[in-house]
């Protein structure tokens, strides 16, 4: 169980804000945290590990205080037992992936390193450098050394953002798979709808500096607008008049698909707004959620 009660102070680009989070998360959950860039979510991720200092509350994380503004106590990052994966991989291109994996360790256990390798699929790259393997394969060695320090919880900063659609989805399978293994507490920050739905329990949406809706993805992407056969959220990405019909070009996934919109809704929908679109049968329903800005 983490309890989280935060204040912080950010600079955004309209001027300053408050960061200021009261969150309690269930041991063993995969929470996401998703909102625009620059709503605080990067900077969260770091006060749990202790790289960046709040100016005020409590972290407590499985009954163990990490951080009380009241009472002084700021447990050092090394001392806080949690594991972060960062867009950036940050390892030692001079060492071979198991030297890795082994530096990761404050206890060095080589068969747990090989099995970790085993797990992770890079028993036949361990004596090769990162800097010789794809992206994909160096994100999964960042996963595996931040499960080698035993964290009490495991925290991601949008790991798998600079991968390909291909690649991406194999990671997430293998996320969820070490997350449901080792039993651990996740946080994942991300901006991919499909991957949240996909990877979190739960999910917090982040609008400079609070959390202004908080559950399961379905409740707070979809909520209960339609009783829908099928449904998802994209982006309008055009809108045309073809003879006496408009069509909306949205875009879900890697895909393209076309919509047929009524003269209302083509009137009061724009390219870059955020939309649900549902169906019942054959007759697609699409909804705005959010304006362009």
Not at 7 to 20: A, E, H, I, N, R
Not at 38 to 50: D, I, N, P, V, Y
Request: proline share 4%.
């Amino acid at each position: 169980m983490i309890r989280l009660t935060l204040v912080k102070t950010l600079s955004g680009t309209t001027g300053p804000f408050d960061l200021s989070i009261d969150l309690t998360i269930g041991q063993c959950s995969l929470l996401s945290l998703y909102g625009k860039s620059g709503s605080g979510k990067t900077t969260l991720l770091r006060m749990l590990a202790g790289l960046e200092k709040p100016d005020s509350g409590r972290i407590e994380v499985n009954g163990e205080l990490w951080f009380d503004s009241s009472s002084g106590v700021n447990r050092p990052p090394q001392k806080r037992q949690a594991g972060m994966v960062f867009q950036q991989y940050a390892l030692f291109p001079s060492m071979t992936v198991r030297e890795n994996l082994l530096f990761a360790q404050d206890r060095k256990d080589p068969a747990k390193v090989d099995e970790m390798l085993e797990l992770t699929g890079l028993s036949a790259l361990k004596n090769r450098q990162p800097t010789t393997l794809s992206g994909g394969q160096q994100q999964r060695i960042a996963l595996a050394r931040a499960i080698l320090r035993n964290p009490g919880i495991l925290l991601l900063d949008e790991p798998l953002s600079a991968l390909d659609l291909q690649t991406r989805t194999r990671l997430q399978d293998e996320i969820h798979a070490i997350h449901r293994r080792f039993g651990l507490t996740t946080i994942l920050v991300s901006h991919d709808k499909q991957e949240v739905f996909k990877l979190a329990d739960r999910v917090a949406i982040l609008e400079t500096g609070r959390v202004v809706n908080e559950g399961t993805p379905t409740e707070v992407f979809l909520g209960r607008i339609t009783s829908d056969k099928f449904s998802f959220v994209s982006t309008i990405l055009d809108i045309r008049k073809v003879d006496c019909i408009y069509l909306a070009v949205i875009g879900t996934g890697n895909e393209l698909v076309e919509v047929v919109l009524c003269e209302r809704d083509a009137a009061s929908l724009k390219p870059g707004d955020e939309v649900l679109v549902a169906s019942k049968a054959f007759n697609p329903i699409v909804v705005k959620l959010r304006d362009t800005r």
